[in-house]
């Protein structure tokens, strides 16, 4: 896995691998690596979500300052 992904590149991945799974195409053997990479990229997304949400409250928090 990359280093440093998106928001975007981690949703597309964990989208594939829900794909897989509710095609069948995963087998026995690699369902579990599957949902370890899931969970990673599921982490990475809550991560980026997290950030952005505090970015979004700094930036109205210094929006409200600036017009008072």
């Given at each position: 896995m990359k280093d440093k992904l998106t928001?975007?590149?981690?949703?597309e991945a964990l989208l594939a691998i829900?794909?897989?799974?509710?095609?069948?195409?995963?087998s026995i053997d690699?369902?579990?690596?599957?949902?370890k990479h899931a969970s990673?990229?599921?982490a990475?997304?809550?991560e980026?979500?997290?950030?952005t949400e505090l970015n979004v409250q700094a930036i109205l928090k210094?929006?409200?300052?600036?017009?008072?």
């Open positions: 928001y975007t590149e981690a949703y829900v794909n897989e799974l509710e095609q069948g195409e995963i690699e369902l579990s690596e599957k949902v990673e990229l599921i990475i997304c809550k980026k979500l997290q950030a210094n929006l409200n300052e600036s017009n008072e």
